[in-house]
């Protein structure tokens, strides 16, 4: 089968009450645990590159490493979603390389750390929701900057994002503003800034206000301390740190968030494998000798995340449709969203 639209399983999730880890990838063994995973747990896949991804392995490495799991494992949907997408000109680039669904990232100028206005968001991201739903691609986009109500600090998400001090009003989305900006650019999944300590309230207030738009939360990895007290016991210099609990996400979940990013979980699972492994046979020089652990470790977190975001049990109960069968619903206006704002 076929490589299917973000929108398809995120419409399944939001009928049947469960959300999908969106889980980002660079490499072929973070691609073979994410998809032993959702094997194992009859789960529906989001693989999601940044640009920073697609520069470190290369369009076709990176195509083809996705395509190889969807021949592997044929009765599982999975997208391929580009994220972060810094201008229309990237979403684009990515689309004409078989990415099924984009995300413009327009709460950013092009160089994906200035703050831009919210005229040039609406501006940028219907660009390319004109262009991706008429050939039945999906788009994400993004209302606020990720980022700390606690310290009104940004945040940077693999080189994307503002790092300065920023306004209250941006580091929250506005559930009316949420409103009009989906009801100007017809996307089909918006992520929303709720702070570190997500504030869960105005998450239902979003999700009351668009309630057919799928809700997307970023920066959301729960930063296991397993993870990081085996890396600082061979031989790391984290600091202590913390992530999203999962019981907030839950609750996310339950008030409308679709699609959760992962991405410093796997990392932090991979580099306690590789540390681990070297200090317990250091004379060994095989790759493979630490990609199979890390295969393994970050498989366990895949796991944890497609069980707690009651995704487990949903693959199978998922009819497949590819980016055609989804053009001709967009060019009906099927899925266009319903909101109380008018265009």
Request: proline content about 5%; aromatic content about 8%; hydrophobic content about 40%.
């Amino acid at each position: 089968m076929a490589l299917v639209p973000l929108r398809l399983l995120l419409d399944h999730a939001a009928e049947n009450g469960y959300g999908i880890p969106a889980f980002n990838v660079n490499n072929l063994e973070q691609v073979q645990s994410i998809m032993e995973a959702a094997h194992e747990t009859d789960s529906p896949v989001i693989l999601q590159a940044s640009r920073g991804a697609r520069q470190y392995a290369g369009e076709n490495f990176l195509r083809h490493l996705i395509l190889a799991a969807v021949e592997t494992y044929p009765d599982i949907p999975v997208v391929m979603h580009q994220d972060h997408g810094n201008s229309p000109a990237t979403c684009f680039g990515a689309a004409a390389n078989g990415f099924t669904s984009v995300m413009m990232d327009g709460s950013l100028m092009a160089d994906a750390k200035s703050p831009a206005s919210y005229e040039y968001n609406v501006a940028v991201t219907k660009e390319v929701v004109d262009v991706a739903h008429a050939i039945g691609v999906s788009v994400e986009g993004e209302l606020g900057c990720l980022g700390s109500l606690e310290t009104g600090m940004g945040e940077a998400e693999d080189g994307h994002g503002f790092e300065g001090k920023l306004d209250h009003s941006q580091l929250l989305t506005d559930p009316a503003e949420a409103a009009d900006f989906v009801a100007k650019t017809k996307v089909d999944a918006l992520a929303i800034a709720i702070g570190e300590v997500l504030a869960i309230s105005r998450i239902a207030e979003i999700h009351n206000a668009i309630p057919n738009t799928h809700l997307v939360m970023h920066g959301s990895s729960s930063v296991p301390q397993e993870w990081l007290d085996m890396i600082n016991k061979y031989g790391g210099a984290i600091p202590e740190t913390y992530g999203v609990p999962v019981e907030e996400i839950q609750e996310g979940i339950r008030n409308g968030v679709r699609k959760v990013n992962i991405d410093t979980d796997n990392r932090l699972a991979f580099t306690a494998a590789v540390r681990e492994a070297s200090f317990k046979d250091p004379a060994n020089f095989d790759p493979r000798h630490f990609n199979k652990p890390a295969r393994q470790y970050m498989k366990q977190v895949c796991l944890d995340r497609y069980q707690q975001f009651w995704a487990a049990g949903n693959a199978s109960k998922i009819k497949q449709r590819d980016i055609n069968f989804y053009a001709g619903l967009y060019a009906k206006g099927s899925l266009d969203p319903k909101t109380a704002v008018a265009a």
